[in-house]
């Protein structure tokens, strides 16, 4: 049984640097050929879809309207890939979640952390 556990701070001041870790257990992140993604759920609205990285950490694709401000990397040795966001507002105030992606025509996620509350505020 895959489980992804979100860990990190859950206020952050405006301007500053918003970093959320995923760390995985009972799978791989490097394992043929699943993606890792960060998902966010701001209050009263649907799930925004901001970034992946795949099983091979060589392709990371971005929400485009989140890509001038967001990094997601990975650490392989702790099987963990973190989501960096610069430049916050009170607009980045959200639920995050990481998730597993399977890849193909029906891409769907099959694995989720519980979310994290971030708030983004002075």
């Known amino acids: 049984q895959v489980q992804l556990q979100e860990s990190g701070p859950g206020l952050v001041k405006p301007s500053q640097t918003l970093s959320l870790t995923c760390t995985v257990s009972?799978?791989?992140?490097?394992?043929?050929?699943?993606?890792w993604s960060w998902i966010r759920q701001p209050p009263g609205k649907g799930l925004e879809w901001m970034g992946v990285?795949?099983?091979?950490?060589?392709?990371?694709y971005y929400s485009p309207s989140l890509k001038s401000r967001t990094s997601i990397s990975r650490d392989t040795s702790k099987n963990q890939f973190t989501l960096q966001l610069r430049s916050v507002t009170p607009e980045d105030t959200a639920v995050y979640y990481c998730?597993?992606?399977?890849?193909?025509?029906?891409?769907?996620?099959?694995?989720w952390g519980q979310g994290t509350q971030v708030t983004v505020s002075s």
């Open positions: 998730a597993r992606s399977v890849p193909g025509s029906s891409w769907h996620y099959d694995y």
């Open positions: 990285r795949a099983y091979s950490g060589g392709s990371t």
């Open positions: 009972g799978g791989s992140i490097t394992t043929n050929y699943y993606y």
